[in-house]
């Protein structure tokens, strides 16, 4: 439980839960620190729920439409799978603090329920 409620405080803080079509959500996390996202992918990988591995989604150096430039690598780590997202979903739903997350989850939740 300690894993899920640290990843919980984590998504609350950098990360996002979307709908993305009536069956369908993902769950992403975007950081520098490349160190916690492979963090995450093992504690998510070790009981079962899939997610490809983190990778750069910004490289150092990118200069946006304004003029600031990325001085750091950005890293994201994405879960999509219906059934793996679901199991994440109700693992983190008790440790979530943020109320849009929550909501968020909660919808998530019912797109990603297996439907029969």
Request: proline fraction near 2%; hydrophobic fraction near 40%; charged fraction near 20%.
């Amino acid at each position: 439980e300690c894993f899920f409620a640290f990843l919980a405080g984590y998504v609350d803080a950098d990360g996002s839960i979307r709908t993305v079509g009536p069956r369908s959500a993902r769950l992403d996390v975007q950081t520098y620190d490349s160190g916690i996202l492979h963090g995450i992918w093992e504690g998510t990988s070790a009981v079962g729920i899939y997610c490809a591995s983190p990778r750069v989604v910004v490289q150092a150096g990118w200069t946006n439409n304004v003029g600031i430039v990325q001085r750091q690598d950005k890293w994201g780590i994405w879960i999509h799978r219906r059934k793996h997202l679901h199991q994440l979903l109700r693992r983190l739903l008790v440790h979530l603090r943020h109320a849009k997350r929550r909501n968020d989850a909660l919808t998530a939740l019912h797109a990603t329920q297996s439907r029969t």
